[in-house]
T-cell receptor, first 115, second 112 residues
Framework: GAVVSQHPSWVICKSGTSVKIECRSL??????MFWYRQFPKQSLMLMAT?????????EQGVEKDKFLINHASLTLSTLTVTSAHPEDSSFYIC???????????FGQGTRLTVV | GNSVTQMEGPVTLSEEAFLTINCTYT??????LFWYVQYPGEGLQLLLK?????DKGSNKGFEATYRKETTSFHLEKGSVQVSDSAVYFC???????????FGAGTRLFVKA
């Protein structure tokens, strides 16, 4: 299957700093990418959907200014957690699809710890 | 709304035991149903899927049948192996929709 790579796999940052997470589709062009957040022992919660070249669509309750998403090319989307706080500590996972009814491929996730 | 409910874990089994992980769903419209697996330190991988009622998805010895009458998509395997230890997610996507809705995940431990 297609490969989606996330970087970094884990990151520790100080409270108040910003962290950028990258999601790359390595061998296909992803018209749509999704960002999820997973709390311990809980389900994946969709944060936002991004289409290449347009603004991301955020789910209700997700702060746009806090979680900045950029999908500048068909192979790269980035999630920037701005002014991170300990409550932002979580596991973030991206997925990518080539079209509306195609399979979604997932990255390996990024564990963010804010201290 | 659309939602997925799956049995809480962890599930601990001995090697060669029979596995069932229950999954039920609520959906508007006609969803496609999926099982994803997440091995330690890795991303989610699609394990199997079914797109319409009575379809059976199967892969690597795992099976699940789309039961519209009971709104269920239970995952089964006749004989588990230690290498099957992972977290399993049941999920749905409404036809024509972009979003995939996930269950909470069920962690499986298989002992040798």
């Amino acid at each position: 299957g297609a490969v989606v790579s996330q970087h970094p796999s884990w990151v520790i940052c100080k409270s108040g700093t910003s962290v950028k997470i990258e999601c790359r589709s390595l061998d296909f062009q992803a018209t749509t990418m999704f960002w999820y957040r997973q709390f311990p022992k809980q389900s994946l919660m969709l944060m936002a959907t991004s289409n290449e070249g347009s603004k991301a669509t955020y789910e209700q309750g997700v702060e746009k200014d806090k979680f900045l998403i950029n999908h500048a090319s068909l192979t790269l989307s980035t999630l920037t957690v701005t002014s991170a706080h300990p409550e932002d500590s979580s596991f973030y996972i991206c997925s990518a699809r080539t079209g509306q009814n195609t399979e979604a491929f997932f990255g390996q996730g990024t564990r963010l710890t804010v201290v | 709304g659309n939602s997925v409910t799956q049995m809480e874990g962890p599930v601990t089994l001995s090697e060669e035991a029979f596995l069932t992980i229950n999954c039920t769903y609520t959906a508007t419209g006609y969803p496609s149903l999926f099982w994803y697996v997440q091995y330690p330190g890795e991303g989610l991988q699609l394990l199997l899927k079914a797109t319409k009622a009575d379809d059976k998805g199967s892969n690597k010895g795992f099976e699940a049948t789309y039961r519209k009458e009971t709104t269920s998509f239970h995952l089964e395997k006749g004989s588990v192996q230690v290498s099957d230890s992972a977290v399993y997610f049941c999920a749905l996507r409404v036809t024509g929709g972009f979003k995939t809705i996930f269950g909470a995940g069920t962690r499986l431990f298989v002992k040798a």
